[in-house]
């Protein structure tokens, strides 16, 4: 079933298969660049969407799965994980650090692991949804499963 995946799909799949998490991806029809547009087409709440945003801070990327629902607090967030400022990624360093384009930044298949940040907001939901990697792919997972994939620290974000 992943041959019918885009590439950068198939690549994120291959890895949720080897970590455990039996989410599969899904394509959806339209694209669901924002968190709103992916809980529109799924029909959940728009905070059970994990959003990846890629920052920059010290030189290198840091990943942030937030819940759609909230707006990142960067000044806030990099005193709580000891970092200089948390400047927004350019859609060139995105795709850089992630291999993959903004509105559709899946949590693992990077070409190397990214520093990330779990929203703990998100732990309120028994089921995410994030970005499989294109603007056009989404595929569920838990609590959990996120952090576990991510090696992500939680915190709160917003």
Do not use: C
């Not at 590439?7 to 660049?33: F, H, K, N, Y």
């Not at 990846?52 to 990142?72: I, K, Q």
């Amino acid at each position: 079933m992943t041959a019918e995946l885009p590439a950068r799909s198939r690549v994120v799949a291959e890895q949720l298969v080897e970590a455990g998490i039996t989410g599969r991806i899904i394509v959806l029809p339209d694209a669901a660049s924002t968190a709103a547009l992916a809980a529109e087409a799924l029909g959940v709440e728009v905070g059970a969407i994990a959003n990846s945003l890629v920052f920059w801070s010290e030189d290198e990327p840091v990943l942030v799965m937030t819940s759609g629902a909230h707006r990142v607090d960067t000044a806030a967030l990099a005193a709580r994980i000891g970092r200089g400022k948390l400047g927004r990624a350019t859609p060139e360093q995105v795709r850089a650090a992630t291999g993959q384009a903004i509105g559709g930044v899946a949590p693992t298949g990077h070409p190397a692991p990214l520093p990330t940040v779990v929203d703990e907001a998100l732990a309120a939901y028994p089921e995410l949804w994030a970005a499989g990697g294109t603007p056009h792919t989404v595929f569920p997972l838990t609590f959990d499963e996120l952090v576990r994939l991510t090696g992500g620290a939680v915190h709160k974000v917003d």
